[in-house]
């Protein structure tokens, strides 16, 4: 379901093309839904009433099911999130999808159709996607340690959708295979969005080694920074694009090579 705005009270959001969308439902189905942040510089937070959905998949990725907190999902410009909904009202039922923390504001709803079927109870959790072939573990103490600033430089001067590479050299070479750990430092203060090109990551736990239970290729970064893993297992040269939230202007590129 992509969005083409962060649904500020001031702004047009459009889902599917059209604005606040009815999605018909039965009562009793298991939907399905993929939401896309079709945005290039806006978050986006969804909240849906009444409804409490299992997170399947984040940024193409199957993770472990899980129910999002708050009926909450967010996602980063770019990014990607599928669910699995449990359609458990009855005919004639509405509920919205809200966009916005603050201010939310309704961009579609779920209508409910006239059925000769009682609402189902919640099911059970659902079984995980089938997996990609990506490692189970990330050797964390032979990981190679890199670092990188994710702030722009001159963004101001830069065309607009444009992203400048940061240098001539790659912040860091890996064998095939190799491990991966990397900081991302935000000195700016202000929130950027970091995009890793040929690699999912593990969003990596601040106060020990482990790491959230799902894959990403997208990430805001604040400004107490992150860490992310990954394993270095797609030869070639790769950029980790870098771009302030909220600007569609400037942005910058870091790259590293995998041989």
């Known amino acids: 379901m992509p969005d083409a705005a962060q649904s500020h009270p001031r702004e047009l959001a459009l889902v599917n093309g059209a ?8 009562p009793g189905e298991r939907l399905r839904l993929r939401l896309i942040n079709a945005t290039g510089a806006r978050g986006l937070s969804l909240r849906l009433e009444g409804h409490a ?28 999130v599928d669910l ?31 059925s000769g079927h009682a609402p189902a109870t919640r099911r059970s959790q659902p079984l995980p996607l089938p997996s990609n072939p990506l490692p ?14 994710v702030a722009e430089t001159g963004a101001g001067n830069a065309m607009a959708g444009s992203i400048t590479p940061r240098s001539a050299t790659p912040i860091f070479t890996a064998s095939r295979g190799r491990p991966v750990s990397l900081a991302l430092r935000n000195p700016s203060g202000r929130p950027h969005v970091v995009h890793l090109h040929g690699h999912h990551f593990r969003l990596l736990d601040r106060l020990d080694d482990g790491w959230k239970p799902y894959w990403l290729d997208t990430l805001v970064v604040g400004e107490l920074g992150e860490r992310i893993a990954f394993v270095a297992d797609n030869p070639g040269k790769w950029l980790i694009e870098c771009r302030m939230l909220d600007r569609t ?10 041989s």
Do not use: C
Not at 19 to 26: E, G, K
């Open 53 to 80: 959905p299992w997170v399947m998949a984040i940024d193409g990725q199957p993770a472990e099911p899980f129910l999002a907190r708050e009926n909450r999902v967010g996602l980063a410009p770019g990014g990607r």
């Open 19 to 26: 604005v606040r969308p009815d999605i018909p439902v039965q």
């Open 136 to 149: 189970a573990r990330i050797d964390l103490k032979n990981a190679l340690r890199a670092d990188m600033a």
């Open 249 to 258: 202007d400037g942005g910058t590129a870091a790259w590293f090579v995998v």
């Open 84 to 114: 699995f909904l449990d359609a458990t009202a009855s005919a004639g039922a509405i509920a919205s999808f809200l966009s916005g923390l603050r201010d939310e504001a309704p961009i579609a709803r779920l209508v409910y159709q006239a």
